[in-house]
């Protein structure tokens, strides 16, 4: 099994205590690899549209995204990791995604993305855990995603691990730890199932894109959809 995580801070705080807990049941049988925000995607994207034209290997920050992405597309499992700021992913994470934003299904989704499995980890102090995770998974979930298990923690008092209760951290361990578990019992040989959240989403943009195609034969996403047969009777989850 190979494991690609994608953590939205360098910090080796309490999120990164969280991710531990949970690969740790996973590394004796995954390749895992990581990359931590901003390091490894230290730039905004400067919406110079030139992904969305059709050539994603000329933006400015290729170097990074490209090395991101053919990550992404060789795991079987996704990890995004993000504490709350401000009710929100941190602004690396949304940096990062903001990148990708080519592969939003209106546009040129891979067909790898439709049968991966992902989790996202996410932790606040007192409220916004919910909303980081939704930052993360709106992308994911465009991206063709189905299959998203979120795991947000409500800390309340410290910002540190070992202040935490000790109880309160037995829960939080045991939280991790079943959900790595189910993991291990998955068979990664299958793609996950495309769920019909994710099904309606493609039918519509085929509908959008159709109409596309029509006005102007030659527009970027249209001939991206007709080349790889969607807008015909080829599904990217067959």
Not at 75 to 88: G, N
Not at 107 to 122: D, Q, S
Request: hydrophobic share 35%; proline share 4%; with cysteine.
């Amino acid at each position: 099994m190979k494991i690609t995580v994608i953590n939205g801070t360098e910090k080796h705080g309490v999120t990164y205590k969280l991710k531990e807990i949970f690969l740790d049941r996973l590394k004796n049988e995954a390749e895992i690899t990581e990359f931590y925000l901003p390091r490894d995607c230290p730039n905004f994207c400067a919406g110079c549209t030139v992904c969305f034209r059709g050539d994603e290997h000329k933006c400015k920050d290729a170097e990074y995204t490209q090395k991101i992405e053919k990550a992404i597309f060789e795991a079987d499992l996704l990890v995004f990791t993000s504490p709350a700021y401000v009710f929100h992913a941190t602004g690396a994470m949304k940096s990062m995604l903001d990148h990708f934003g080519y592969r939003w299904m209106p546009h040129r989704p891979a067909k790898e993305m439709f049968g991966k499995r992902a989790v996202i980890i996410t932790q606040c102090l007192g409220a916004g855990g919910r909303s980081a995770s939704k930052d993360i998974k709106d992308s994911l979930s465009w991206w063709g995603i189905s299959s998203i298990k979120s795991l947000s923690f409500k800390l309340m008092s410290e910002i540190r691990w070992d202040k935490i209760p000790e109880e309160k951290r037995s829960r939080i361990t045991s939280k991790l730890v079943n959900a790595a578990e189910r993991i291990k019992r998955i068979d990664f040989t299958r793609p996950a199932r495309t769920g019909l959240g994710t099904k309606s989403k493609f039918y519509a943009v085929r509908m959008l894109q159709t109409g596309l195609g029509k006005a102007n034969p030659e527009y970027t996403d249209y001939k991206y959809w007709k080349n790889n047969g969607w807008i015909d009777k080829e599904r990217p989850w067959k």
